[in-house]
């Protein structure tokens, strides 16, 4: 659905250049381009946290964890409806999984949700911006002041979110750490699998020596629980050359979100949002689907099972407002290089469906 070969002429060419770039060059593992990108990346976020670029996000997640220190066995409060990525990062570490539900009205976990999944073990939250929409963390109440007040750590899953502001600052940088995918749909996408975390200085030199095995020095493991997790530099400059495109991808993705919004409600606030997914809550969602379909219209569920019911990851608490919002929820073709034509389509098929 997110078609990402669907590039302008411009982005296309900055994206061959920066692969001719380096498989012209003689360095095809770290160096100057994923330095160049962490330092890019860095100065796009509006923050003298340091980015430590890596494989994937779900790396990006682990090594997040693996650098807070946290007791043996601790349990992780997890979103309960962000396809599993957060809670299989804290199960690789040997922690808990507990799930927060979701308020029934904005979809988003809140401080009252997390602390309805509080428990003496508990240890961490990892709160997702899921499908691009920030979830308030900020202000008297919110889920921010709750977890310092409980001393808990914090990382923000921003996967879905590159690009997302909140009151002029970008979402990611309010907890511990934050984590970025850059897999090819996601709005940076790379060429391939790649990565990144963001954090201060000593934490992020504890994630540098995680993502190359644990070494401290070339060949010496240090640390326990390292990896080879290193960011590719075909990815990182393609992710370099890609950046100045962000924002105006981003806002295409809002416009059609929008147009998507006129006919149907749309999870999440329009203010709020850079549309990685345009998800609708419709009732009937499978009749819906299978409507759209026969119209030509494609569509996705993100995602169709909850954390509890992955058995894999040995998760416990319940989410009932989640499961509710899961069963209603449908994703909608949504990405920059979608034609104003098949936005067209695309709305049309839902006035006949679902009004």
Request: with cysteine; hydrophobic share 45%.
């Amino acid at each position: 659905m997110a078609a990402p070969s669907r590039l302008g002429a411009a982005e296309a060419d900055a994206v061959r250049a920066a692969v001719a770039r380096v498989v012209g060059s003689d360095t095809w593992v770290g160096g100057a381009e994923v330095a160049g990108f962490e330092a890019a990346f860095a100065s796009y976020l509006g923050t003298d946290r340091e980015v430590v670029g890596c494989g994937n996000g779900s790396d990006a997640l682990a090594l997040a964890l693996g650098t807070l220190h946290l007791p043996a066995g601790a349990a992780v409060i997890v979103a309960p409806d962000d396809g599993g990525y957060a809670a299989g990062a804290a199960r690789q570490l040997g922690l808990a999984v507990r799930v927060m539900d979701v308020d029934p009205d904005t979809g988003v976990p809140t401080a009252a949700t997390a602390a309805a999944a509080d428990a003496p073990d508990v240890a961490a939250v990892v709160v997702t911006h899921l499908h691009g929409d920030a979830v308030p963390l900020s202000g008297p109440g919110g889920l921010d002041e709750w977890r310092r007040a409980r001393g808990l750590a914090l990382v923000e899953d921003c996967a879905q979110a590159h690009g997302l502001r909140v009151d002029g600052s970008h979402v990611g940088l309010v907890g511990d750490a934050a984590t970025f995918s850059f897999y090819p749909t996601k709005n940076l996408g790379a060429v391939g699998d790649a990565g990144a975390v963001v954090l201060p200085g000593p934490s992020a030199e504890r994630a540098r020596r995680l993502r190359e095995h644990g070494w401290g020095e070339r060949h010496r493991v240090v640390l326990p629980g390292g990896r080879n997790s290193r960011l590719d530099p075909v990815q990182a400059a393609v992710l370099t050359a890609r950046l100045p495109f962000l924002d105006d991808a981003n806002a295409r993705r809002r416009a059609v979100s929008a147009r998507y919004r006129a006919v149907v409600g749309l999870h999440g606030d329009p203010a709020t949002t850079v549309a990685h997914h345009a998800v609708a809550l419709v009732d009937g969602r499978d009749r819906v689907a299978t409507a759209l379909a026969e119209r030509g219209v494609a569509t996705a569920m993100h995602y169709p099972w909850l954390v509890t019911e992955m058995p894999g990851l040995a998760a416990t608490g319940s989410a009932p407002a989640a499961s509710g919002r899961r069963d209603r929820k449908l994703s909608l073709p949504c990405f920059p290089g979608i034609t104003d034509a098949e936005v067209d389509a695309v709305v049309a098929a839902l006035e006949e469906v679902v009004r």
